[in-house]
């Protein structure tokens, strides 16, 4: 993600970017000069606002749309905007009274689908919660070749579940190199969870043949995911984005938002990052490494449990979205999902 500072654009051109994207936010037409003369409440001639126009679009901020004389804002215009435009607006205390009143610590399921459901009510957009990330231990793992370059990971956790899943390595793994490998984890490892393993085996994998460490790491990574059990997030309000018209007009767009739903791993991706991060983070279009359109965007924040970060609170919705309104919806919301989970 390329971040942008005011250097790179003088007063005046800063002045008129922010206004084109707040009347562009607003109302969902590309903005003229004529428009920009009269709210962006400098004393300049039209040609003079062309111009700086015309620069925004070389550096690739703005763009004009076919069918108009008005410019729109692109993914690294908002970029810019959000970096180093954006003023947040304080909660509307309606808005905060909605949160403290929905997110009451009694069953942390419940607490987080309340935290979905209001992100989405509250913003009209689709809002999605990760579940928090429990350490599980395992018992006992198998490695089962089941083809060229795919393997199946049986694991055993330490309360008795038997769950799976298929590994695609880099490596055509002989069988007896998988029984090693499960070995070493088996004898080694058991009763730890796989986070646990992960962190202790990062000097040994160094050590172990460069084939053997990319299954080991394979393993791990699903392994923890595994073990997490259930869902690993929620999400509320998908079909606000149907209702949506930068979104909704291209039906193409929508396939590939609901494709991203559908692709659960994309997602996941996404709200891992965001866990690693501090506070509200924002996403526009691909800029994540997610495969989302370039006219979605979104908002993510970590919630903690006990002073530990645990998950993430997110909204997504178009490029197209009040930033100032629902940057501090996420960050309240998780402050007080952190509140409510922590007092359970």
Partial sequence: MRVYNESMLDKRAQILLKTLI??????????GSRTLSKHAGLDLSPATIRNVMSDLEELGFIASPHTSAGRVPTPAGYRFFIDTLLVVRQLQSQDLHTIEGQLHPDNPQRVIQSASLLLSQLTQFAGVVMTPRRAVSFKHIEFLKLSEKRVLLIVVTADGDVQNRVLFTEVDYRPSELIEAANYLNQNWAGHSFEDVRTRLQSELRELSRDMSGLMNAALEAGSALAEGGEQYVISGERNLFAVRDLSQDMGRL???????????????????????????????????????DDVSVVTSPYKVDGEVVGTVGVIGPTRMAYDRVIPIVDVTAKLLSSALSHH
Avoid: W
């Fill in 255 to 293: 396939k590939q938002l609901l494709e991203m739903f559908e692709r659960k791993t994309s997602l996941i991706k996404l709200l891992d990052l965001s866990l690693r991060g501090q506070g509200v983070q924002i996403f526009i279009g691909g800029e994540s490494g997610v495969s989302a359109p």
């Fill in 22 to 31: 707040e009347r562009y936010i607003s109302e969902g037409e590309p903005v």
